[in-house]
């Protein structure tokens, strides 16, 4: 029998919990939790005190502690964890995906320095098996493009909003009490959650690091009823979509609230379901449908890598090792629709092409091919809603050069 692994868990939270408790049921013969170091000793745990500690040396300085299992909630102690285990040997499993969206470059290095593996399946759509997937099922394929609804809570609000013409704020209320959206909901309503995943994936399905930073996040919060009439008006719904595709030897990508026609597969995912549509050059398109999020979907992910770890699993990053002349393009020209309340919204000059506009009652609207760097200057503006059309190609800007060239 091969030896007994021990883990040192950091965060006895949401996902911590689940983990422990699939773990506790899974009786699985190699793993036992040594030590679970948490912030507040104050709290009422279920769990032996013996097994818990305030003191992260107690995990960190463990020789006997072979995989660190990282689920709190601050970015920055968790970079400074994941660093300190891997420096000591200590395989490391995290869910954090800020952490790993903001250094993971940094991090894809340090797993070569120290030869110790990060895994971290549920930092991307809880239950579903993505990275996995792009790691041997896509390795040899080359993927066009990548889409998926990437947080649960958004889509819940959204289906809310258009099924049961609910407002903004109410929606984002059931949401909350049902545990789908935090007191805070602002991670997950500007689009910064599903950004953050788009960048980790990106890394694995185009073989190139992006910054979060670099990435446009639109959120769902400033939507209408108004917006909502015309998409149905459209034969189409809205949902907050990560997307990325290849343009060339560029990668592009962004969040935003999108029109997607209603046979699209993405419709059909509603509540606090998520799931990804990739294209690859051979395998075509497949949907992965799956919960995105909750402390048993997560925690379960977390345990299969714990238990991929301990069976010598680690990332191979073939896209990454590939080596391709791959970069990431933060600029590209999409079709987007906007409305706006008072009368000094936007001007037909933002845009690069416009195709079109009217005037509601008290709402204007505005139709046409726009720079995503235009967008950008007014991820803060409050009186704008803002939302892409799915079913059109992206276009490079530097077509639109060519085009002005060809006018000249
Ligand atoms: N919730 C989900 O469905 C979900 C899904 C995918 C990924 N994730 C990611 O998983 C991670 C954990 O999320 P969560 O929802 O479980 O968070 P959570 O419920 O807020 O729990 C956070 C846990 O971290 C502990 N903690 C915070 N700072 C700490 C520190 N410096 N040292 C030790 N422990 C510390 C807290 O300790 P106390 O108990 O003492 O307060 C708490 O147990 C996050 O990175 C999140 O983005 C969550």
Redesign the pocket.
């Known amino acids: 029998m091969s030896k007994k692994l021990k883990l040192g868990v950091?965060?006895?939270?949401?996902?911590?919990?689940g983990f422990y408790e699939l773990l506790e049921q899974s009786n699985h013969p190699n793993l036992e939790i040594k030590k679970i170091?948490?912030?507040?000793?104050n709290?009422i745990r279920t769990i032996a005190s013996t097994v818990i500690s305030?003191t992260?040396g107690d995990i960190l300085d463990d020789p006997e502690i072979d995989i660190v299992v990282e689920?709190?909630?601050?970015?920055s102690?968790?970079l400074d964890?994941l660093k300190q285990s891997l420096r000591k040997g200590k395989a490391v499993v995290?869910?954090?995906?800020?952490?790993l969206a903001e250094n993971l470059e940094e991090i894809y290095w340090l797993q070569e320095k120290y030869n110790t593996p990060v895994i971290y399946e549920?930092?991307v759509c809880?239950s579903i098996p993505f990275i996995r997937n792009l790691e041997t099922h896509y390795a040899f394929d080359e993927i066009q493009s990548m889409e998926g609804i990437f947080n649960g809570s958004t889509n819940y609000i959204l289906t809310k909003m258009i099924e049961e013409k609910k407002h903004y704020a109410e929606a984002l209320e059931d949401a909350q009490q049902l545990g789908f959206a935090e007191s805070n909901p602002t991670l997950d309503v500007k689009g910064y959650?599903s950004k953050y995943k788009l960048a980790i994936t990106i890394a694995h399905s185009f073989g190139c690091f992006v910054k979060p930073d670099q990435i446009l996040n639109l959120g769902i919060d400033r939507i209408t009823e108004h917006d909502i009439r015309f998409a149905r008006q459209q034969g189409c719904t809205i949902k907050l979509v990560a997307k990325a595709q290849k343009m060339g030897n560029k990668i592009v990508g962004l969040v935003a609230p999108m029109f997607v026609p209603l046979e699209s597969p993405l419709a059909q995912v509603k509540n606090e379901f998520n799931a990804i549509n990739i294209v690859g050059s051979a395998t075509g398109a497949q949907l992965l449908t799956g919960k995105?999020?909750?402390?048993l979907?997560?925690g379960l992910v977390v345990l299969a890598d714990v238990a991929g770890v301990a069976a010598q699993y680690k990332y191979s990053y073939p896209k990454i090792q590939a080596n391709e002349e791959i970069s990431f393009e933060s600029n590209v020209l999409v079709y987007a629709h906007i409305s706006f309340g008072g009368t000094n919204g936007v001007h037909i000059s933002d845009f690069v092409e416009f195709t079109g506009g009217y005037q509601g009652e008290n709402r204007h609207f505005m139709n046409g091919w726009i720079r995503t760097q235009k967008l950008l200057e007014w991820v803060d503006r409050e009186d704008l809603s803002i939302i892409l059309k799915n079913d059109v190609q992206w276009r490079a800007c530097v077509q639109e050069k060519e085009r002005e060239f060809s006018l000249v």
Do not use: C, E, R
């Not at 950091?10 to 919990?17: D, P």
């Not at 689920?71 to 970015?75: H, K, M, R, V």
């Open positions: 950091f965060g006895l939270g949401s996902v911590g919990q170091v948490i912030k507040n000793p709290k305030t992260p689920l709190i909630d601050d970015a102690t968790a964890i995290t869910a954090n995906k800020k952490m549920g930092a809880g959650d995105g999020a909750g402390s979907p997560t």
